[in-house]
Structures are given as structure tokens and as C-alpha cells.
């Protein structure tokens, strides 16, 4: 969703490309996650292009505050990160 507006699948698929396969979301946890995302205030629901044959699928966007918490989330990350490659914890293709 940082990377535009997407549906549950495509944020299953975004997901496991991104991960390179390592995590693959269940459409229950998905979704589980995308209510407790939504009544944060975290995302949003918006208009995604029409489906063909009249199915609407709903669409996510990550909101301003959304964006903030990423970003505070992937800070408090980063020195965790730095320790693990300091200490061969780790390569960089895992």
C-alpha cells in the first residue's frame, strides 16, 4: 500500500514479491489486520478502478498518519538491523 492504492489480493501478492515468498498472508489475517488498520485510522478505504463484470473489490491507501507510523516503525528498526549485519547475523540475499 506504500506504493499505491491495492485490494486484499494485491496486497497478498505485494506481500509475498516484496518478501521474495518468505511471507505469504492468509485472507484471514489479511483481513483481521486490515480492520484493526482501518480503526486506527491507519489506512483508509478508497475508489479503485471498476472491475470488469461489476465487481468492486475495496481498495486501501495508507493514510498520513499511516505513513508516519511506517516510518517511525522502520527508525526504531533500523539500529536492530545495523547490530544483526555487525555481528554476521544475517546476509543481505536473506
Known sequence: ???GD???Y???RAVQ???QGRVRLGAGALYDSIKRLLAQ???VECAGPDEAGGERRRYYRLTRLGRQVVGAEAERLAPLVEIARNKNLFS???
Do not use: K
Open 6 to 8: 491495492r485490494h486484499g
Open 17 to 19: 514479491e516484496h518478501t
Open 10 to 12: 494485491g496486497i497478498m
Open 92 to 94: 543481505e540475499g536473506t
Open 1 to 3: 500500500m506504500g506504493d
Open 41 to 43: 485510522g491507519l489506512i
